[in-house]
Each structure stands twice: as structure tokens, then as C-alpha cells.
């Protein structure tokens, strides 16, 4: 009661101050280092002095996230900054400060800097001279189709191209593998550049003697299995290299990518290394185990400790079809997928099989743990034509079909027994297809099929085309803005997502 009677001194002198409002700042960005320019025109809305612009002062800032170093890049009200900046995120804040009152208004984003290489398609393929060439189709945010990615790397000359692939993981161990017949190297993720060192032998720690040109990869295991980068296996990774030794080893475990001796033998013979075919099968969403296929010994082999020193004969208790194959039967093709058929939720791989008498078959197996699971066998009836010619096969993750195809032939065909069927696609033109081969890495669920041809006029044409979903027929279509041309002989593809 007594303090109400004490007299205020407050000043109640209130005057309005200039209030902004900053429009046309976007919570995110995305750019390429040493390509794009950072573009930004802020509107500003006052509310008082609108049509005075000496009145403001302007500041851009840029820092790095996980950082407190701050640098200011502009003092304009818009932004115009070329990026010359590593390949991370970065928080971007646009500080207006009204001169006349002392108040300053922000806004801020996140700036993410990619190399022009971090985001897109690795193409690999052949020049017009030969020589093994790679290109890629790099989509941060728009398609810019890049070339002579291998022959500017300071690689020497190569040939008989097999693959570009970048292995995911942990960000200190991942790399982009150049992978041809002759020679295997791994190049800078954000340069492209390589140099002859970098080889697998420098990454091998091994007590066995193994001819140096025979150390040079050919497959690699896990693959990128989504839109984002993600990988099948953060802790494991495996090589089949040229001279037909399999390697495997936990670099995300042991902090290193290196590895030790070749796994391509069994307990009972320790000493002796089997050659391998250019398969490694797993399941693709969750590589906790791998198969490989014995070339003297016709028979799958089975590994589930990658930091072991053999590889597990199978028995084959479950007579489906043999992991040790009879006489006369040898592996044509292998290929991991996403069918899910019979359980398989991480995916179910395909072999196809030969007789001696030209019989093809096809084995459906679930690649998974120490007893993996036969799922189906069928045989590949004769109106497949000319199914044992073809120079490529590619398997529907969704639908019991094989594409193959034959110089600039295309066939589907429906293995679902009972109701066979064979297709052609005369859609697809008359140049020679190079490659097929379904997504197995973006989005999946889609269904889609990548062909590549080739003339000499046009050079290299990719597409992208959807397998339609009738159960009574087999269709593609072309999908719109899925068409680059102008480009390599290409031989495979691969998605790449990450730094």
C-alpha cells in the first residue's frame, strides 16, 4: 500500500521504430564448388523509410556447421558470391541493421557445398578410340553431363572398362573405384584425379606372394542401395580382383580400409587359393554375409567372417538345385536384386546356370547368414530366343523376368512356370544396346530399366524406361526427361550420393 504512493519517474515518451521484414531468403540451398555462384535477392519491408536504402547497412556471413569461425562475404543488400568453398555444410546468415535506430534484423539458411562429382550417375564405358572413359551425369540441382573424367584423372591409358563405383560408408573410408580389365585405381572424391599409387596393393596387408597385376579389383561389395547414399553394410567390404582372389575385411571396425590375405580357400586346403568368378552375391539391403562362385570346383562358396582366413562349403541338404554343381553345369550370370520372393526381405539373388547341352537354368537364393536359403529353380524353356547368346541379362526385382539382349535386339522373358512367355521391344530402335541393368539404387520401387546404346554418328544414348505391372504382359515405357545423349559406349552405371 505504501509503494503505490511513490511518484513514478518512468518516461512513457513512445514512439514507433522501424520495423523489417526480409523476404525471398530460402531456408536451403545447395551448390557445386568451383561451378556455381550463390544468388540471392532479399526484399526488404519496412515499415517506415522504405525508399531510403542509405539508411541500412548489410552483412552476409558464412561459417562452417560445427564451427565458431564466422566470415562475412558480402556487404551488399544482394548476394553474389562464386563458391570456391569445401565440399560440407555451412550456416549462411543476411544481417540488416537499421543505421538510424541501432536494431538489426536476420535471417539465415543452410549452405550445402557439393563437388560437381557428389551428386549423379559414374558412367564407365568406351571412347571412340577404345580406351576406357568415364563420364557422369551430375545432378546438384540440375543435369550437367561431365566427360573425360578418366582420361583428365592423370590415370594412364586404359581399356576394357568394367565400372565406376563409389563405395559409400564411413566418410574417411569411402572411395570411387575406376575399374577396367587392364587396371584398377581409386580416384580423389572431389577432384576425380588418380595417380598410378593409388592401387589396391597399397591398401593390402598380406604374407602371401600375389602377382601385383592380378591385384586390381573387379567387384566390389556392398553397393549404394538408396537416393541418399546409404550403403548395405557400414561395417564390411569385399573385392574380387583380376587375378580372381576374393578379399573382405571391417574397415569401419578396424578404423582402416586395408586388408589381409585373400579369403578364396577352404579350411581343409588353407594353402590353396580358388579362383573366382566376378560375383560377389549377398543380400543388397544388409550385407551380413556374402557368396562366391568357385570357378575350378563348379560350386557357390560361403562366407560370414570377414575378418576370417576361408570360405564355407555348403551342403546341399535342400535338393531345390545343388550349390555344388554336377558335371558338365557352370555359372553363365549372377546378379543380387530386391525380390523379396519367399521371405528374402533384404533381396534375393539370381544365377543363371549352363549345361553342357546348352539346358540354362536359373537358381533364386537368399544369400543370407550361415545356411543361406534356396528359393526356387527353373528351367529356361527353349522359346527364350537365343537366350544362350545374349550379351546381356539384366533381372526384374518385381516380376519373374529376365531381359536379355543381342546386338540391338531387346527380349523379356517371363519365367513364371506355366506361364512363359518371351517379348520383343522393336521400340527401342536399332542401335547396338551396350548395357542393361535395373535400378537397384535410386528408387527401387519404380521398376525401372536402363538401356544403353551405341552409334557411331550419335555416339552414346542412356535411357531410363519402367517396366509396366500388368501380370499379362510385359511393357516398357520412356520415361520423360530420362534421355542423355552425346555420350561414351557405356558399360555400367552407378549412383553416387555422398562426398
Not at 519402367?466 to 499379362?472: A, F, Q, Y
Request: some cysteine; overall charge negative; proline content about 5%.
Amino acid at each position: 500500500m505504501a509503494s503505490a504512493c511513490n511518484k513514478d519517474l518512468g518516461n512513457y515518451n513512445y514512439h514507433d521504430i522501424n520495423e523489417l521484414q526480409i523476404q525471398g531468403i530460402s531456408e536451403n540451398y545447395e551448390v557445386r564448388s568451383n561451378i556455381d555462384t550463390l544468388r540471392i535477392k532479399p526484399f526488404i519491408e519496412a515499415t517506415m523509410d522504405e525508399s531510403d536504402p542509405s539508411r541500412y547497412e548489410y552483412t552476409w556471413i558464412i561459417r562452417p556447421e560445427l564451427s565458431l569461425t564466422n566470415e562475412t562475404i558480402s556487404r551488399e543488400k544482394e548476394l553474389e558470391y562464386p563458391i570456391f568453398l569445401d565440399p560440407i555444410s555451412y550456416e549462411l546468415f543476411y544481417r540488416v541493421r537499421d543505421k538510424e535506430t541501432g536494431v538489426t534484423w536476420m535471417a539465415n539458411s543452410k549452405l550445402t557445398v557439393r563437388t560437381a562429382y557428389s551428386r549423379g550417375l559414374l558412367i564407365m564405358g568406351e571412347d571412340e578410340q577404345g580406351f576406357a572413359e568415364a563420364e557422369m551425369l551430375s545432378m546438384i540441382p540440375d543435369t550437367i553431363h561431365m566427360k573425360k573424367l578418366l582420361s583428365n584423372s592423370g590415370l594412364p591409358p586404359l581399356r576394357e572398362p568394367i565400372s565406376l563405383m563409389h563405395t559409400g560408408g564411413s566418410e574417411v573410408l569411402m572411395k570411387i573405384w575406376a575399374m577396367t580389365k587392364t587396371r584398377s585405381y581409386y580416384l580423389s572424391r572431389s577432384s576425380m584425379e588418380g595417380t598410378t599409387n593409388n592401387n589396391f596393393g597399397g591398401l593390402l596387408y598380406s604374407s602371401e606372394d600375389i602377382p601385383p597385376e592380378g591385384l586390381h579389383p573387379i567387384v566390389v561389395a556392398p553397393q549404394i542401395i538408396n537416393e541418399t547414399g546409404t550403403i548395405g553394410s557400414s561395417l564390411y567390404r569385399a573385392f574380387v580382383t583380376l587375378g580372381g582372389d576374393v578379399f573382405t575385411g571391417a574397415p569401419l571396425i578396424l578404423g582402416a580400409d586395408n586388408y589381409n590375405n585373400p579369403i578364396n580357400r577352404v579350411a581343409m586346403d588353407p594353402k590353396v587359393r580358388i579362383p573366382a568368378a566376378p560375383y560377389l552375391l549377398y543380400p543388397i539391403n544388409r550385407m551380413n554375409s556374402l557368396m562366391w562362385y568357385d570357378l575350378k570346383n563348379n560350386r557357390f562358396l560361403n562366407i560370414t567372417d570377414f575378418l576370417g582366413s576361408s570360405s564355407v562349403v555348403l551342403a546341399d541338404t535342400d535338393l531345390t538345385f545343388p550349390w555344388n554343381q554336377p558335371a558338365g553345369r557352370t555359372l553363365l550370370y549372377a546378379e543380387n536384386t530386391r525380390n523379396t520372393d519367399g521371405g528374402s526381405i533384404d533381396g534375393n539373388s539370381f544365377a543363371i546356370m549352363k549345361d553342357s547341352d546348352n539346358t540354362h537354368h536359373v537358381y533364386k537364393f537368399y544369400a543370407n547368414g550361415t545356411n543361406p536359403a534356396k528359393r526356387a529353380a527353373y528351367v529356361v524353356s527353349a522359346m527364350a530366343t537365343d537366350f544362350d547368346k545374349a550379351d546381356f541379362y539384366a533381372f526384374s526385382s518385381n516380376r519373374s523376368v529376365i531381359f536379355y539382349s543381342i546386338a540391338n535386339k531387346l527380349y523379356a522373358y517371363d519365367y513364371n512356370p506355366g506361364f512363359e512367355k518371351i517379348y520383343t521391344f522393336p521400340e527401342i530402335g536399332n542401335d547396338e544396346i551396350t548395357m542393361l541393368k535395373f535400378d537397384t539404387q535410386i528408387d527401387p520401387l519404380t521398376n525401372s530399366l536402363y538401356i544403353a546404346t551405341y552409334n557411331t554418328q550419335n555416339k552414346g544414348t542412356l535411357r531410363r524406361y519402367i517396366v509396366g505391372t500388368n501380370p499379362d504382359r510385359v511393357e516398357v515405357q520412356l520415361q520423360e526427361n530420362s534421355t542423355w545423349t552425346d555420350m561414351i559406349k557405356i558399360k555400367d552405371i552407378n549412383w553416387r550420393a555422398v562426398y
